[in-house]
């Protein structure tokens, strides 16, 4: 299975994207995290491991990893708990965060979004895949750019603060809800399809149920208002001021 994990041209740009990057796996299984780091050495990435959230979010504070992989069901807190106190610290809020669990169900990654994910894999998957997920979630992080501040009438968002200000009131967003909002009012006026949010917001390699978009966009309407944000049936969205 290993053997999967390479391609074959070790001087391609592409093979050398783990390479000296810090990786944290989370699992209470340790069968699962030997063959995870196993794979993950094999790539040149350093790998940190924990078998239960409170001892991960110490290990991210100290060891400030570039990726998180987590699993959902674990001891003492679960991954979603742990996912949304590494998002509200400040040493650990930016950090890339992929939920890897064998959980499938449509809520429980609608949950794992909501907790601040950048990602939610489903388990099995193969190694080659696996690290092809987490390359495409390295490239995503490093070609954002944080831009200045977008300025409205009774809206300010700052990328670069993960701050959003409504009518001169502060409103916490969770990261996907933030990055749907960010995008929507990059453009206003512009009409977002639904197949450009999801890349833009979710990644081309992420998998999401049909509902995800619909879900995000109620819970803004709900914080924002449900004015701006406007529905163009059978397309997509757009924000009007």
Known sequence: MASDLHSSSNSDL??????????????????????LSY??????????????????IELAKSKKPDLILLDVMMPEIDGM????????????KDVVIAFLTARSEDYSQIAGFDAGADDYITK???????????KALLRRKNMVSSGKPVELKTLS????????????NELSLPKKEFELLALLISVPGKVFTREHILSSVWGDDVVVGDRTI???IRKLREKIGSSNIKTIKGVGYKFEE
């Not at 050398?16 to 699962?32: P, W, Y």
């Not at 794979?39 to 991960?56: D, I, S």
């Not at 708990?81 to 650990?92: A, D, H, S, V, W």
Request: with cysteine; charged share 35%.
């Open 14 to 35: 592409e093979d050398l994207m783990l390479a000296k990057k810090k990786i944290l796996v989370i699992d209470d299984e340790q069968d699962i995290l030997e063959f």
């Open 39 to 56: 794979n993950l050495k094999q790539e040149g990435a350093k790998v940190y491991t924990a078998t239960n959230g409170v001892a991960a």
């Open 81 to 92: 708990e742990t996912c949304m106190q590494l998002r509200e610290n400040m040493e650990t």
């Open 124 to 134: 099995p998957i193969k190694p080659r895949v696996l690290i092809s997920r987490i």
């Open 157 to 168: 968002i700052d990328r670069e603060r993960y701050l959003v200000i409504k009518d001169g």
């Open 214 to 216: 619909d879900v995000h």
